[in-house]
Nanobody
């Protein structure tokens, strides 16, 4: 089984910064794309940022220039550095990892439990 453990959420003032982390553990053969999504109350879940195993990044329009996604392959960990935070960034942030557990199992994606980020004065 695979587990994704997220950390780093919390309360921050507008203009502040937070760094989210997500570590995958368990039986893992290969990790492909690692990504962060978020969901605000009453809204659909949306892509924040993604990072492929070939180091290709993709960012949501609302976070470009403020958020940076990175990964440590040795630790099976993905990070999201969030700067210049705004009230509209308030949401539950979810880690998503596309991986393969073994040669006989199909590649699939897994979700973390979510971490709350609240931007408020």
């Amino acid at each position: 089984q695979v587990q994704l453990v997220e950390s780093g959420g919390g309360l921050v003032q507008p203009g502040g910064s937070l760094r989210l982390s997500c570590t995958a553990s368990g039986r893992i053969l290969s990790i492909y794309t690692m990504a962060w999504y978020r969901q605000a109350p009453g809204k659909q879940r949306e892509l924040v940022a993604s990072l492929t195993s070939a180091d290709t990044t993709n960012y949501g329009d609302s976070v470009k220039g403020r958020f940076t996604i990175s990964r440590d392959n040795a630790k099976n960990t993905v990070y999201l550095q969030m700067n210049s935070l705004k009230s509209e960034d308030t949401a539950v942030y979810y880690c998503n990892v596309d991986l393969r557990q073994s040669v006989v199992l199909k590649r699939r994606d897994y979700w973390g439990q979510g971490t709350q980020v609240t931007v408020s004065s």
